[in-house]
């Protein structure tokens, strides 16, 4: 059965930090592009960052470069993200997700998440 | 940035219904189009992809079309499993990826 589980959420005082981890299994992790998205209590859902296969291209939403890192392990079969300088506006359910691409002509065009962690809930509050 | 804004916010229907969901891009996305269901305290759930492709283990009720700027979800006869919001999602700028911002689903 595939699946991911996350880990690493919590209560953290603004400018402070926290590191998010995503055990997959059940697939081969080091052939998939993988995603951090995440969804502010209430709200809709916002898409945070992705990694390709090997880790080589790393790509975030405007509102976390540079506070925000991600990564992986596919030895470990594990997705991170290390988040910096958080703030009250990243307080959200943290999920990873798969990430399917539909490649044309060796250009990625498609791409959609299947499936999703079961979240983290992140909180930045003093 | 491509936005994707979805029509109705919420939507009330009763079981048995034909409910059509629809989801505009500010430009063009050719078919690159998904759309997950979300229901309360539970991760989304990938439903299409490429705008009309049924995920694998997606009752056939559920029905995707479109391409260009214009798309639609189509549910052919609620089921009360149903009720919940659904998301658009594009990647036409991948890696670049944006959500709509849900349709909410209730029971009438």
């Known amino acids: 059965e595939v699946q991911l589980v996350e880990s690493g959420g919590g209560l953290v005082q603004p400018g402070g930090s926290l590191r998010l981890s995503c055990a997959a299994s059940?697939?081969?992790?080091?052939?998939?592009?993988m995603s951090w998205v995440r969804q502010a209590p209430g709200k809709g859902l916002e898409w945070v960052a992705n990694?390709?296969?090997?880790?080589?291209?790393?790509y975030y939403v405007d509102s976390v470069k540079g506070r925000f890192t991600i990564s992986r392990d596919n030895a470990k079969n594990s997705l991170y993200l290390q988040m910096n300088s958080l703030r009250a506006e990243d307080t959200a359910v943290y999920y990873c997700?798969?990430?399917?691409?539909?490649?044309?002509?060796?250009?990625?065009?498609?791409?959609?998440?299947?499936?999703w962690g079961q979240g983290t809930l992140v909180t930045v509050s003093s | 940035d491509i936005q994707m804004t979805q029509s109705p916010s919420s939507v009330s229907a009763s079981v048995g219904d034909r409910v059509t969901i629809t989801c505009r891009a500010s430009?063009?996305?050719?078919?690159?189009l998904a759309w997950y269901q979300q229901k309360p305290g539970k991760a989304p759930k990938l439903l299409i992809y490429?705008?009309?492709s049924l995920q694998s283990g997606v009752p056939s009720r559920f029905s995707g079309s479109g391409s260009g700027t214009d798309f639609t979800l189509t549910i052919s006869s609620l089921q009360p499993e149903d009720f919940a919001t659904y998301y658009c999602?594009?990647?036409?700028?991948?890696?670049?990826?944006?959500f709509g911002q849900g349709t909410r689903l209730e029971i009438k």
């Open positions: 997700a798969r990430t399917g691409i539909t490649m044309v002509q060796g250009v990625i065009y498609g791409a959609w998440f299947d499936p």
């Open positions: 059940g697939f081969t992790f080091s052939s998939y592009w």
């Open positions: 990694i390709k296969q090997d880790g080589s291209e790393k």
């Open positions: 430009q063009g996305i050719s078919s690159w």
């Open positions: 490429a705008a009309s």
């Open positions: 999602q594009q990647a036409n700028s991948f890696p670049l990826i944006t």
